[in-house]
C-alpha cells in the first residue's frame, strides 16, 4: 500500500510540475539544485548584450572592434584589377583575368544593368531614364566619347564607389557582377556604332546580301 501512495505522490508531482505552471509569471529566478560556486554553467557567465554597457572593459563597451590590420573570412583580395579596377596607380584597360565573357556573363550584366542603373542611365544607356521625368537632368550618355574612351577600370571605380550625385553600388553588386555591368555597357556602346560589316554570322551575312 505504501508503494501506491509514493507512486501517486510522484505522478502527481510530475502532473503539476509539466501542466500546472504553464503560462505562469515569476520574479524571482528559479531555484537551482546545484549552486553556481560548485557547478558553473554557461549561464552564470557573464555575456554582453548588443549595445550594452561592460563593466570589464575600461571604455565600458560591449560591442569591440577588431584587432588592427585584421581582414574578414574571404575578404583577403590582392587582385587589384579585379577588386578595385586597378593596374598598378592607373585604371586598367579590359576586364581582369579569371573572367569569361559569354552571353550568360553578358546577360547578368544586363539584368544587374536594368535593376541598378537603367532607372537613370535608361535601358540603352543614353541617360533617359525615368529619373530625368522627375528632374534628374545630369546623367550623362554612355555614348559620349569621354565614356567610351573611360578605361574599363575606371567605370568599375565609378560604380564601386559612386561619383558626383551617383551614390555607390559596392554594397549592392558583387565584385564580379560590376564587372558584368561593365561589359554590357560596353555591349550597349558597341551597338550603337555597329556597322554591317561586323556581321560574322555566315547565314546573317547571307540574308544582308553580303559576300
Not at 118 to 127: I, K, W
Not at 173 to 186: E, F, I, S
Amino acid at each position: 500500500m505504501r508503494h501506491v501512495y509514493l507512486v501517486t505522490f510522484f505522478v502527481g508531482v510530475l502532473l503539476v510540475s509539466l501542466l500546472g505552471l504553464r503560462g505562469t509569471s515569476f520574479t524571482l529566478p528559479p531555484l537551482d539544485a546545484f549552486p553556481e560556486w560548485a557547478f558553473p554553467a554557461m549561464r552564470y557567465q557573464p555575456r554582453p548584450r548588443p549595445q550594452s554597457e561592460s563593466r570589464f572593459f575600461a571604455d565600458g563597451r560591449s560591442d569591440r572592434l577588431p584587432p588592427a590590420h585584421t581582414i574578414a573570412r574571404g575578404m583577403l583580395r590582392e587582385d587589384d584589377h579585379r577588386y578595385a579596377g586597378k593596374a598598378g596607380s592607373a585604371f586598367a584597360s579590359g576586364l581582369p583575368g579569371g573572367i569569361t565573357v559569354d552571353l550568360k556573363f553578358l546577360e547578368r550584366g544586363r539584368d544587374r544593368f536594368q535593376i541598378y542603373c537603367a532607372p537613370c542611365h535608361g535601358t540603352l544607356g543614353d541617360g533617359n531614364g525615368i529619373t530625368k521625368k522627375y528632374g534628374m537632368g545630369a546623367t550623362p550618355s554612355y555614348h559620349d566619347d569621354r565614356l567610351r574612351n573611360m578605361p574599363d577600370g575606371e567605370i568599375f571605380n565609378t560604380i564601386t564607389n559612386g561619383k558626383n550625385t551617383m551614390l555607390p553600388y559596392a554594397d549592392k553588386l558583387a565584385p564580379d557582377d560590376r564587372w558584368a555591368v561593365v561589359a554590357y555597357l560596353r555591349a550597349l556602346q558597341r551597338a550603337q556604332q555597329g556597322t554591317v560589316a561586323d556581321v560574322t554570322d555566315a547565314n546573317a551575312r547571307k540574308t544582308l546580301g553580303l559576300p
